[in-house]
């Protein structure tokens, strides 16, 4: 067994005596005897003590149980009772300071050895236990230091982010507007060149022609600058669901004659509203965004002179919409990618786009809080379904 250096607090000297010859001839280091709790502390505080043999009933006005209270407090070594009582009251008592070991008087040199290596042994792996929990204490505290600065600069890095797509927004913004009225003027002068070529003038045909390109291309240009506006007023979380009444056949009729007024390719539009109320309450600009550029697209990418079918219908609080053409339609492999920004087919040749009308389409349908699918076969077409709350 291992030499320990052992303090006995005992007021019966023939019994500290008996303790002092038992532990000695086991090798341990008897560091000093008391009879009194203030006697026992006195000598804690100038020796280091491996283990503390403590007697319940001492002389003096410390008993052992307040003796070895304070010597937890003070010097944390592992206190082991010597008691002539097994009563449940003393058990109690002794329990309540959380000893090491005790030991019933009398007591036989085998049983006090081992007595003596449970309590060290335990005493170790407490303070094993309780550095560990130190540790991961101090652990938990640095990843949780560490955790509250990468957040912080997560916190900052998201501001600086905010700050960029806020500027972003604005210079797309403030840049789409200022080719507006350059575009505008462009387009003016191209109708006149129109309206001159009508009259008799040696390039009158080539004034035309060119008068048409001019028109044709400052019409897309300002599409797309509508749609560059469109998603930066969507990125800065200023798009808002605002209704209003409106008279359902007249709105329909609008749009199905702005599609018509750009169809290039000879394609027709067959229309078939059914039982359509006088008037819905929906918002206006975001159902008319949402229809105008899905007929738009089933008119583009239709074979040259084919049909595309537009259907509406009112079932319950639901404004129901299908358009539906028989064109290129949409490869299998790129249908998850259909409402995307920039998105377009492989199989879309040389029409021009910018890949940005299912993706406003789909926006929109959000911030109305409708509901948008379709199918589609390469070569054979594709439908559009549309679902739309309405009052």
């Avoid at 982010?161 to 500027?167: A, D, F, G, P, V």
Wanted: proline share 2%; net charge neutral.
């Amino acid at each position: 067994m291992f030499s320990l250096k052992i303090l006995i607090t005992e007021d019966d000297t023939v019994s500290a005596l008996l303790l002092k010859k038992a532990l000695e001839k086991n090798h341990h280091e008897i560091i000093g005897m008391a009879d009194s709790g203030e006697m026992a502390l006195e000598i804690l505080e100038s020796t280091r003590a491996d283990i503390v043999m403590m007697d319940i009933n001492l002389s003096g006005k410390l008993d052992g149980i307040k003796t070895t209270e304070i010597i937890n407090e003070r010097f944390n070594i592992p206190v082991v009772y010597l008691t002539a009582s097994s009563d449940t009251e003393t058990l109690q008592k002794v329990a309540v300071t959380n000893p090491s070991a005790y030991v019933i008087k009398p007591f036989n040199i085998r049983e006090l050895n081992m007595v003596i290596e449970l309590a060290i042994f335990k005493d170790r792996k407490e303070k094993e236990l309780q550095n560990l929990n130190n540790e991961l204490e101090e652990k938990v505290k640095q990843r949780t230091a560490d955790l509250n600065e990468a957040n912080k600069e997560l916190q900052k890095a998201l501001e600086k982010e905010r700050e960029l797509s806020e500027l972003k927004s604005r210079i797309v913004q403030n840049v789409s507007h200022g080719f507006k009225t350059p575009l505008t003027s462009i387009l003016s002068s191209a109708q006149l060149l129109q309206m001159y070529a009508e009259k008799d003038h040696p390039f009158k045909a080539k004034i035309s022609k060119h008068a048409t390109k001019i028109e044709n291309s400052v019409r897309n240009l300002n599409s797309l600058l509508t749609s560059v506006l469109f998603f930066g007023k969507a990125d800065a979380d200023k798009m808002n669901y605002k209704p209003v009444k409106v008279y359902t056949a007249a709105f329909l009729k609008d749009v199905v004659d702005m599609v018509k007024a750009g169809i290039d390719n000879e394609v027709k539009i067959e229309s078939k509203f059914d039982k359509l109320p006088k008037m819905i309450t929906t918002d206006m600009d975001l159902l008319y965004q949402i229809l105008e550029n899905l007929l738009a697209n089933a008119v583009k990418y239709s074979k040259d002179g084919g049909l595309v079918e537009f259907k509406v219908w009112v079932d319950g609080s639901l404004l129901k919409a299908e358009i539906k053409d028989y064109g290129i339609g949409i490869a299998p492999s790129e249908q998850n990618q259909l409402f995307d920004r920039f998105f377009r087919g492989k199989n879309v040749g040389l029409r021009e786009g910018s890949g940005l009308g299912l993706s406003i389409v789909k926006k929109c349908v959000e911030v109305i809080g409708g509901e948008i699918s379709f199918a589609s076969e390469v070569n054979k077409g594709t439908t559009f379904y549309l679902e739309i709350p309405i009052k």
